[in-house]
């Protein structure tokens, strides 16, 4: 599970338990001129991941760590698809975050508040 916070111009995900083992990182600062949007999609996990380097890929249990597919890399973090957020990024390393949070309307509304405040 990851925890999603605004630290002045950054957004902040923090990798949290044992996820920061099977991700390979514990956090991600993004500034949020480079943030495009965040959406609520548990139907993403059915998309398909790409290749896995570094993470881990278990069906039904955990995606976890940097997928790269159709020249994109996206760093994952989900257990639960009902608990899942995207966040679309811009000029990064990333250019999706798939991560599961504890209230993904919240999370969502969060990132989206400080994007039209910035």
């Given at each position: 599970m990851a925890r999603i916070e605004i630290d002045g111009g950054d957004l902040v995900v923090t990798i949290?338990?044992?996820?920061?083992l099977w991700a390979l990182k514990s956090r991600?600062?993004?500034?949020?001129?480079?943030?495009?949007?965040?959406?609520?999609d548990p139907g993403i996990v059915k998309e398909p991941k790409g290749i896995r380097a570094?993470?881990?890929?278990?069906?039904?249990?955990?995606?976890?760590?940097?997928?790269?597919?159709?020249?994109?890399?996206?760093?994952?973090?989900?257990h639960d698809?009902?608990?899942?957020?995207?966040?679309?990024l811009a000029d990064e390393r990333y250019a999706r975050l798939v991560v599961e949070v504890e209230d993904p309307r919240t999370a969502v509304a969060l990132i989206e508040n400080a994007l039209h405040r910035s």
């Open positions: 949290e338990g044992l996820d920061k991600l600062t993004v500034p949020l001129t480079n943030v495009r949007g965040a959406t609520v570094p993470g881990a890929h278990l069906p039904g249990v955990i995606t976890a760590g940097t997928f790269h597919r159709d020249g994109e890399r996206v760093f994952w973090d989900v698809a009902a608990k899942a957020i995207v966040i679309e």
